[in-house]
């Protein structure tokens, strides 16, 4: 099925670091959803973005919505040990289907 | 209630049996999906409900795997004569299916292990 590309696919940094996240798509999409999973948890929204050029923040986090409407990036700042997890990006597509589209995710590990 | 349910928590089969794995999502959210999670992988799409429209059951892996939703609410997903290459994580995610509101939400999902 169709998925999003999203890089990378795995980080690892020291804690402290700044992370920055990406996902692409070849079609245009109203809406891009970041979340986040904890080892067995369901993903967490972290950040939801419904306007091209939109910068929305989360406390460390900081989301945009491309002005091209086919990509969006995830920046965490100062990253911190409870930031270990696998980072997904989602969207819906602009047109009648509201069905979600993933991202395969990245992991990032951090050192303390 | 105030979140997504789903039940079982962990599920542990016999190779060929059938199993059911069950949904509840929020109230009033007319979008529902199962997912498929592999240790440390991605969300595999397996079938999207929204409103009463068909299903989009274009992730299901095979003939053995199918869902129902009653009443618009309750979610079963059902494996027929389940594999060893079943065993994953189930998620079940549900969100209110508007344009501008299609942020989706997350049980805790399902372990299923096939013995």
Redesign the interface.
Known sequence: ?Q?LNQSPQSMFIQEGEDVSMNCTSSSIF??W?WYKQDPG?????LI?L?KAGELTSNGRLTAQFGITRKDSFLNISASIPSDVG?Y?C?G?RAGNN???I????T?LAVNP | GAGVSQSPSNKVTEKGKDVELRCDPISGHTALYWYRQSLGQGLEFLIYFQGNSAPDKSGLPSDRFSAERTGGSVSTLTIQRTQQEDSAVYLCASSFGGALDTEAFFGQGTRLTVV
């Not at chain 1, 993933?102 to 995710?105: D, F, V």
């Open positions: 099925g998925q109203n809406t959803l948890e369901g993903p967490v929204l939801a419904y696998i997904f989602a819906q509201r069905k979600l993933w991202g395969l995710g992991s």
